[in-house]
């Protein structure tokens, strides 16, 4: 072997350390979360997130987050990936008190729902089952812009965009119930609600 | 400070003074659930690891969404409802009893100043007799179930004044229509409206209650009545206890005051496909129709069925239209039976169907066609909930439901105000 093919097998070598530590730092990065819009901005309700056809034959959350807004955007479900976010605009989640609205969105994989208002029903059973619900103005968000939400600093950020927003700080009251995962878990510890008030 | 009727029932239920936003943990007089969301009762009511239901008496589960069953999915959920039920020993009503927020005050578990809690987002119903009731979800409902209590958030009060005269063949489901398209979907969100005036006073107690279950339609927490003779009257026939009625204190501290003058209303339609998109008759009217449903826990009450008839009797349905009418009890159905109001509506070419929630959640009757049109006296409109997201829902009183029954298309029923 001559000096020359040595020292360019040395690169080689050197190269895939290079790219093998590469690799290793990849899982470490963030993997990209991604807005997702419906064509519709206000007053999206629980018959649209899961129509009443499949609350009733369904009981396996897995199974109702196929069918999240068949009735608006048939195909709008396949497209969210795990840690994704819902965007959309006044009023979310009005109608229906059915739970399997804010289930089937965490079952989908929805991180958290971003939205300007919610509706008082879905706004506790979302908490209460362990999806984290995020008030801001959600105009200069777009579907498919890649956001970071970071709710100790009370911001979500536009890496599309390059722009933060400031959200809405979250209730003490939910942030208790979202760290343990929903208000059942939170129940049990601490045995009612005392701690509350 | 002064208080508000929610005020006021949240001192009660709490054991100190309630205001708007204080966070108060209340005793919950009686609470349940439907068939769409007692399966996830259940399920939260077994995570909680509870041997027995904090009182049998102030819970029961009725079936009246899906009922009777329409497949093996709906059949197993009724199942897993009928054993909790034997296994807890709490009430049920099974199906064909009829629709939750009729058989609930029907049955005399709500009476005035109660705090009522339901799974089910119409139970503010109750306003109407002077009770706080909202809707929640079904954990919420669990941990009713299993402490006899809950959190609450005390909310604003919105007073609306609903002053006037209403012309022959409006009702107060054009009513409340009429108001939630002006205050929009959302208008009243986390709010507590306390309803007053000419209007309400002489309204029946069926025709307060159209107006109370629809005020989460505009996104709030309850919609309350001062109770009245006619309230006191209606709860001591159907309830033992005694009603502890509740009025606001004169300056008590509302967030917001609308005043309404509605003489001279025209019915109202709400059109597809929300519920706020209202318009006057006037302005729909023709609108081709191809199924009617009149029911529902907004408008399935014996007075609902008294005025359809009054239209209907001697008439026929138009030529390919589906009238469907669903009695909101057994004991409505009973009723109607006697007044012969029952005979009308078949004798009018109608299918009367079994006590429930019929064809309003789309789910075992009724369902739409593709580009079918349906009138409708509930309470929702949205794309698909009748089964078919490519039908449409029109929202109306019962009288113009069955005007427009007779002629195949949206029809003013004051043309038949000598009958009404």
Redesign the interface.
Known sequence: MTKKKKETQKMNVQETKTMETQKEIIPEKKTPKYAHRLKIENDINTDYVISGRYKFKIQDPKELAKHIFEDLEPDFGAKIKSGDFLVAGDNFGCGSSREQAPVALKAAGISAVLAKGYARIFYRNAFNVGLCLVECDTRFIDDMDELELDIEHNVVRNISKGINIDIKPVPRIMMEFLKRGGVIEYFKEKKGFEGLV | MKQTIVEKIFSDHSGKRAKAGD???GNVDFCFGQ???S??VID?FR???MDHVHSKNNFCMIID??APSP?M??S??HDKMRNFSREFGVRLFDVGCGVCHHLVPESGYVTCGDLVLG???HTCTYGAINAFST??????L??ALA?G???FKVPETIKMIIDGKLPKGVYSKDVILHIIGDIG??GA??KSVEFYGDIIENFSVDARFTMSNMA?EM?A?CGIMEADKKTIQWVKKHSSRDPRSIKADSDAKYCEIREYDLSGLSPQVACPH?V?NVENIEDVEGTKIDQVFIGTCTNGRLEDLEIAAKILKGNKVAPGVKLLVTPASKQIYLEALKKGLIDIFLEAEASVNNPGCGPC???HQGVLADGENAFSTAN?N????M?N?NGNIYLGSPATAAATAIAGKISDPREYKKRL
């Open positions: 966070i108060i943990i068939d769409g969301t399966g996830m939260s995570k909680l690891e969404h899906s497949n999915g709906v197993a959920i799974a089910d987002s809707g929640v979800g079904s954990t919420d669990a941990i402490s209590k809950n959190w979907a959302d969100n986390y989460v996104g927490k929300t706020d959640v789309g789910t929702r949205f794309k698909g909930r089964g997201p």
